[in-house]
């Protein structure tokens, strides 16, 4: 199906907040979630959101992270709050077709983009 385009990454302190965006349009009926990753250390799922909205995070981001889609035009979202030098990665979209949390969109091969960097400082 090919690869989403994400965006909304950059630069920002401790604390601070960041809203990332990724095109969906061909993804419009499945699970979509957030991938991130460090260089030289493993993915890590962040959150995922079905296609009628129910939604999963990892334990370490619930509370600060919100992830949301936009069905009108296929837009999917990260709200980041509070965040913290931990949450620094290239952030990824990602989209699976069946079980929707976490942890499974780290298997899936639809939707990898080029991601958008966060960078969080002290």
């Known amino acids: 199906q090919g690869p989403m385009v994400e965006s909304g990454g950059g630069s920002v302190q401790a604390g601070g907040s960041l809203r990332l965006s990724c095109g969906a349009s061909r993804y419009s009926r499945y699970c979509l979630g957030w991938v991130r990753q460090v260089a030289g250390q493993p993915r890590e799922g962040l959150a995922a959101i079905s296609a009628t909205g129910h939604t999963n995070y990892r334990d370490t981001v619930k509370g600060r992270f919100t992830i949301s889609r936009d069905n009108s035009d296929n837009t999917l979202y990260l709200q980041m709050n509070d965040l913290t030098t931990e949450d620094t990665a290239v952030y990824y979209c990602?989209?699976?077709?069946?079980?929707?949390?976490?942890?499974?969109?780290?298997?899936?091969?639809?939707?990898w983009g080029q991601g958008t960097q966060v960078t969080v400082s002290a």
């Open positions: 990602v989209a699976v077709w069946g079980k929707c949390d976490y942890v499974t969109i780290l298997n899936t091969d639809s939707g």
